[in-house]
């Protein structure tokens, strides 16, 4: 019988790979010497059927145990993505870090809840546009919407550059050709309650600061956001305007109980996408804010 070697692993999903590799390369090879030793000449008083009876056995038993320990590697990996609080203390800077090589807006953790974070974000620009429509995560508005504020990142401005792309977008509800910059995250979109809008921006790379081109499409706006306080809970799978608002109440329910912040009077609900549009639901990461302040002693 000659030993198999089930190594090979294309695409892997984790980094954890190689050693899930090595350790089913050692199991081959202990069965190679188990083999071996059933093909040897046996002792007297032992037969073949013993011989390979137990060699059936011991492959047995070393296969269930490697099936569980590599299902055990992958379950634990994958919770510590989708469910980072329970591994690590510092679970929202943790999963940031899962959307690599893009710049993110930065922030201070105040407190934290098994509900939401409270956070004191550095001041940000952000390249804005109004979404059609009165849907905010509507496909075709957001693509639409998506594409008129990547045009202007990718060249389409007064300098015709081309910045990096940052994360993530952010979509807000309010109150009222050349070279390239960097992709930052998330990309926001807000809702403008006056005519039921809702507005999409792409936050700009933090080294341009007031000094970013002027875009060309009259319909994108560059504001700078200025530093806040804001309560953000996170959530998984597909943003839809049903799950943006009970995701909405159950946070500004759970901030009633806060005894340090309240939300801020007129404070509109902000949704954070930090994940690429082709990311299954189970792995994408969200966020929902609202603007908070510290109650009056």
């Not at 008129?148 to 109150?175: C, D, H, I, W």
């Not at 839809?240 to 759970?254: F, S, W």
């Amino acid at each position: 019988m000659s030993a198999y070697s089930p190594c090979v692993i294309t695409q892997p999903a984790y980094h954890r790979s190689r050693k899930l590799c090595s350790t089913v390369k050692a199991m081959s090879e202990r069965a190679s010497t188990l083999t071996a030793a059933a093909s040897a000449p046996q002792r007297k008083g032992s037969s073949a059927f013993d011989a390979r009876f137990s060699l059936v056995l011991a492959l047995a038993s070393q296969t269930s145990s490697l099936s569980q320990r590599l299902l055990m590697d992958v379950a634990t990996e994958t919770s510590k993505y989708l469910f980072p609080r329970r591994f690590e203390p510092r679970n929202f800077e943790e999963a940031l870090m899962s959307v690599p090589d893009l710049e993110t807006v930065k922030f201070q953790v105040l407190s934290r809840t098994d509900q939401y974070e409270i956070r004191l974000t550095e001041p940000y620009y952000v390249a804005e546009t109004t979404m059609p429509g009165k849907n905010g995560f509507d496909l075709n508005g957001a693509s639409q919407s998506f594409n008129v504020l990547a045009g202007y990142l990718f060249g389409k401005n007064t300098r015709e550059e081309s910045m990096e792309m940052t994360t993530p977008v952010y979509t807000r509800r309010t109150q009222s050709e050349g070279e390239k910059m960097e992709m930052t995250t998330p990309v926001v979109t807000k809702k403008l309650e006056d005519d039921d809008k809702w507005q999409m921006s792409f936050v700009m790379p933090s080294k341009y600061g007031s000094s970013l081109p002027l875009p060309k499409d009259p319909s994108v706006a560059i504001k700078e956001v200025p530093s806040k306080i804001v309560a953000v809970a996170a959530f998984s799978g597909f943003v839809t305007d049903e799950e943006v608002q009970k995701r909405e109440a159950a946070l500004r329910k759970a901030l009633k109980n806060d005894t340090q912040f309240h939300v801020k009077i007129g404070s509109p609900v902000e949704v954070a996408q930090y994940n690429p549009p082709f990311t299954l639901p189970f792995a994408r990461r969200n966020e929902i804010a609202l603007e908070v302040e510290r109650r009056e002693e």
